[in-house]
């Protein structure tokens, strides 16, 4: 059917004015913290829902579980998609963008920034609200302290580097390691099924063993790498910032050492019951 010229107009109009709203107010530059962060929130109810929705439909073992596994089964459903997504951008600014090369002339690379990678870190920034309040909520059912001190110091490091735009480069470095979080769901999912002596439970856990030795362990060492060689920029971070980059990643790299003796112990004893 032919559209008339008035109506055109018209559309091209309303579109015009949606653009606008977006660029200048939903993603203007003050506002982009606190729209990242209700983005990332309400993402999580989304995915609740929508792991609910799709689990009682499509997995048996689901009807089954009592309300607080029901709970956690949709939880894990957000954590694995936030891991997906921070993982893949924090890959990407890492290693293929350019915002951080040592080649650029624009500043520090301690206090660069961009649209982007502000508006990234404030849907972390929502999950890690999100995903914390659950755990209060639910305590210890979800986690005990060492999820809460984990998420705790996540969450202020992240807003942190959002909001001031000092060392998002690091941030993206530690959140990389989030790249184990499908498999450590997964293997709950499994165990959770009735799977535990199943081939995809073992090889399951040889995945995270190898994915945890190299996002949680080795990438910490280069990140540590990283600020030995850039140490001058970085000491013209303000104390607040100066004291994230050095002290939460520590207390993080010895967790991730503590969680991964237990992943080693877990990995020795399922193989020893193979043989």
Not at 67 to 93: C, D, P
Not at 228 to 244: A, S
């Amino acid at each position: 059917m032919a559209v008339s010229k008035q109506t055109v107009m018209a559309i091209k109009s309303y579109q015009n004015q949606a653009e606008n709203l977006v660029k200048n107010h939903l993603l203007s530059d003050p506002i982009i913290p606190y729209t990242s962060i209700i983005a990332g929130i309400l993402a999580c109810k989304v995915i609740y829902n929508l792991t609910q929705l799709f689990s009682a439909l499509y997995f048996k073992s689901y009807t089954g579980l009592n309300k607080v596994q029901r709970i956690e089964w949709s939880n894990r459903g957000i954590s694995t998609v936030h891991a997906l997504f921070i993982a893949a951008m924090s890959l990407y600014f890492v290693f293929w963008s350019d915002l951080y090369a040592d080649f650029q002339t624009n500043g520090f690379v301690t206090f660069r920034s961009s649209t982007l990678s502000t508006f990234t870190l404030g849907v972390s920034v929502g999950y890690f609200i999100a995903d914390l309040s659950m755990i209060m909520w639910l305590y210890p059912s979800l986690g005990g302290i060492e999820y809460v001190i984990h998420h705790s110091l996540s969450g202020i490091a992240v807003a942190y580097a959002m909001f001031s735009g000092e060392g998002q480069l690091y941030t993206f470095m530690v959140l990389i390691s989030e790249v184990t979080t499908p498999e450590i769901n997964m293997r709950w999912f499994l165990d959770t099924a009735g799977l535990k002596r199943s081939h995809a439970y073992l090889i399951n856990g040889i995945v995270i063993f190898f994915a945890w030795l190299v996002a949680r362990i080795l990438l910490f060492v280069y990140m540590f790498y990283h600020v030995y060689l850039h140490y001058e920029q970085v000491m013209q971070m303000h104390i607040f910032g100066f004291f994230l980059v050095f002290v939460v990643p520590s207390v993080l790299a010895a967790m991730n050492l503590m969680w991964f003796g237990k992943i080693l112990r877990g990995l020795k004893k399922t193989l020893a019951k193979r043989q």
